[in-house]
């Protein structure tokens, strides 16, 4: 498994010579929300469609 700064070398390996720092520090948000979900999904914390649907359907109503 790669430490945290390994990763952050191979982000920073891939993003354009010209990002901004405001565009690594959105990569490192996306790839750490992606992190945290499949983090989730291997530990069986998620939601089936039916109770998505559910919840959205309670958010739409209002």
């Known amino acids: 498994m790669k430490t ?3 990763q952050v070398r191979e ?3 891939n993003v354009p010579d ?3 720092l405001e565009d690594i520090q959105y990569h490192l948000y996306v790839r750490q929300k992606i ?5 989730a999904a291997e530990s ?3 939601l089936s469609h039916e ?3 559910r919840r959205m ?3 739409l109503d209002k």
């Open 57 to 59: 359907a309670r958010w």
């Open 4 to 6: 945290a700064k390994d």
């Open 44 to 46: 069986g914390r998620t």
């Open 18 to 20: 010209d990002a901004s």
């Open 51 to 53: 109770e998505v649907v």
């Open 11 to 13: 982000l920073l390996e």
């Open 35 to 39: 992190e945290k979900g499949l983090n």
